[in-house]
């Protein structure tokens, strides 16, 4: 390649980015491709998930905390980040319940969209993993961030779109999150069971028995040596993780035998590419690629 390649992440809140595409992100830069994380919202109204964290002081300073946690999981993942600003909508507990004035999910999508094709012109990356249309759960922020992702890679190319956000730049694919499957499960709960070993998985599995897959796997990232970055960049997230919990119970040596990948699905494509994928870089070539600017 006459330049390196360039990889944006694109996530809802502090703590997604190390729990999906972690490992992936580990990877990349270390092979000396360029990474940035582009974090929506500051995770404000997300709780506290770790017994340990939940203190007075902690909450009264989520967002300064989410923040800091943020910076820890960055330097371990080794990639850039940034937050692009919008405050989060806080997940509601019946779907009649209102989302919150001014929050990320109820901006208009051009508004919500600016500041990321703004990101999207100045790094310009040559492809970009978010989350599906449905958000990989039904969180309205994650939702939001699909869809400002589809128009940020739709739009960034185009001069006659966001005129006051930069230099056009074309993104060549767009991937979705798709390591949250029920192929992925059944597959640690079987390597699980099997070894006596007692698995957390037979009440995930049987959710999605009414939920059939709505993208395929398309392209499976060999990841498993940045597994233990992986973790660490979630530890960091203190507020969000439970050290004891369901995150870790699966033994990583296990994981790295039975699903050594983290895994997605090729949303959009601007050049030629054979399915399935082993690389998000497929198909992008010494001609399609240009330096970053400075």
């Given amino acids: 390649m006459s330049a390196p390649l ?24 270390r092979e000396g491709v360029g990474v940035l994380v582009c974090t929506l919202t500051g995770g404000e109204r997300g709780s506290v998930l770790n017994a340990k964290m939940d203190r007075p002081e902690i909450v009264a300073n989520i967002a ?3 923040k800091a946690e943020m910076d820890r999981a960055r330097e371990i993942l080794g990639v850039e980040q940034r937050f692009l600003g919008f405050v989060d909508s806080g997940l509601p507990e019946t779907e009649e319940e209102p989302l919150p004035e001014g929050c990320f999910a109820l901006k208009k999508l051009e508004d919500a969209a600016a500041p990321l094709v703004a990101a999207v012109r100045e790094f310009r990356p040559h492809v970009i993993i978010t989350y599906d249309d449905d958000g990989g759960y039904p ?13 940020a890679f739709e739009a960034a190319g185009d001069p006659d779109r966001y005129p006051d956000a930069g230099e056009p730049w074309q993104p060549l694919k767009l ?11 059944e597959a640690l709960h079987e390597a699980m069971t099997t070894r006596g070993l007692g698995s957390p998985y037979a009440d995930w599995i049987s959710r999605w028995e009414d939920r059939p897959a709505k993208w395929p796997v398309t392209t499976r990232v060999e990841c498993g040596d940045y597994f233990q970055i992986r973790d660490e960049a979630l530890l960091a997230h203190a507020t969000q993780v439970d050290p004891e919990g369901n ?27 054979e399915l399935p994928e082993s690389d998000l870089f497929t198909g992008i070539h010494a001609d399609n690629v240009s330096p970053a600017c400075h």
């Fill in 6 to 29: 360039r990889l944006m992440a694109v996530h809802a809140h502090p703590d997604d980015e190390s729990s999906k595409g972690a490992a992936t992100m580990a990877r990349y830069v």
């Fill in 64 to 66: 300064a905390v989410r």
């Fill in 139 to 151: 969180h309205p922020d994650h939702i939001m961030t699909n869809r400002v992702s589809v128009e």
């Fill in 175 to 185: 991937y979705y999150h798709m390591s949250f499957t029920k192929e992925r499960f």
């Fill in 247 to 273: 995150w870790f119970v699966v033994p990583r040596e296990l994981q790295q035998e039975i699903w050594p990948t983290e895994d997605y699905h090729l949303a959009r494509s601007l050049v030629d590419t």
